[in-house]
């Protein structure tokens, strides 16, 4: 699959270059308060990938800053790609869940160890 999209290897070109409105945040979570501050300062949008930043004061700075060049900062995690998810909407689109008007879901998925043994910072609060 092939995208009419420009490739950026240094994220300030990117944002002084690209025509765009938001940025996705997708790194180690210590990176995000720095990237997110510079995409928000530069008046784009910014969608982080959990955790928003490692402090509480951290995430604030962001909010605020966002509020302040009246752009949004948003948190999300993506599922999509995850195999139980992929099950769901094939059942869903195989027809074997009925007409669905309204749903709701608490899921409390644990990580194995070698989840955390694939990237080292995953669960510290490394840069």
Known sequence: MAFDADAFT?????????NIDAA?????????????FQVIGRGKHVIV????ALT????KAIV???KERNVFAVVTQFNRMLPTVEQLLQAHQD????????GGVAVRWSRPQSYYDEAPWRGTFAM
């Open 64 to 66: 605020d800053l966002a």
């Open 10 to 18: 240094e994220m300030d070109v990117m944002l002084d270059k690209a």
């Open 95 to 102: 027809g074997r869940l009925g007409r669905i008007v309204n």
């Open 49 to 52: 990938e959990k955790p928003l």
């Open 24 to 36: 996705i945040i997708a790194t180690p979570s210590g990176l995000h308060r720095d990237l997110a």
């Open 56 to 59: 509480y004061r951290d995430a």
